[in-house]
C-alpha cells in the first residue's frame, strides 16, 4: 500500500503489474507505485526483495532526470514518495525496445552466441508487449501490418532509444558499468508527441561491472548469482558518484 501521508493523492487504482501499480492522480495524471516483487521468466519465477521498490524508484527518478538535463524528455513529473512517481498520462504503445550493445540474455540463447560479444552498432528490436503471447519479438513490417503501429512512431522510438543509449553509455562509463542492454517503453501525449515512459532500473537493464565483469542487475535474480539488492546498491552509489 501507498505511504498513507500520501495516500488521499491516490486516485482509483488503473492497473497492477508485476513490479508496480498505478493509481490515478491529480489532474489526468498517473501515480507509479513500485512495489518489492520481483518476477523473472513470465512471472514463472516470482519473489519479495525489501527496498526493492525505492531502490528501482531511486534510480528511475536518477536516470529520467540526467536524461532531460540531455535533452530527452520522459513521462516523469516529479517524485511524491519514496515509492511513488507522478507521471503524465500517455497513450501507452505496445511494444518492448529492446536496446543491445553487447550480446546476452536471449539473444544469446536465440542465436547460440557467447554472451559479452560486441554488437557495433547497437541494436535495436521491437517486441510486442502482450504477456499472454510471452511478448514475443516482432520485425518492425510486423508491428505496422499486423499490429497497427505507425511506421514512423516505430522510426521515431528507434531514434530515441539510440539518443538514450548514446547518452546512459557516457553516464554509466563514468560509473564504471558495462551497459549491455536495456528494455524501454513509450507513450503519446495528446499531441501526437512520444515520450519515454515506464521505468528505467536494474529490472530492466543488463549491468556488469567494468573491472570484474559481475553481473549486478537482475540477472542475480534470474539465474541465482547473488544477493539482488546488493547489485542494485552497487548500481546506485557508482551513479551517484559519476553524477558528482
Ligand atoms: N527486459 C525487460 N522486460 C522484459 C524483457 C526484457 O525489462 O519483459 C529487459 C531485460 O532486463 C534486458 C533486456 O530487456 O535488460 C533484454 O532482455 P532479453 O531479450 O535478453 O530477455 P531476457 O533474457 O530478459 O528474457
Redesign the pocket.
Known sequence: MPAKSVQSTYGDKIYEGKAKILYRGPKDTILHYFKDSAT???AQKKAEFDGKGQMNLKISVLLFDYLKMHGIESHLIKQIDDRTFESLSLKMIPA?V?V?NRV??????RLGEDEGAILNPPTV?F?LKDDAKG?P?VSEDLMVSLFHQKREDLLRMRELALKINSALLVLFQKAKLNL????LEFGKTPGGKILLADEISP????LWDMATGEKL???RF?HDLGDLMTGYQIVYDRLIEALK
Request: glycine residues 4%; charged residues 45%.
Open positions: 523473472a521468466f513470465n518492448e529492446v543491445r546476452a540474455g536471449s539473444l544469446a540463447k528490436e517486441y511478448d519479438l549491455i542492454d536495456f528494455k529490472d530492466c537493464c543488463r542487475d537482475k540477472d534470474r
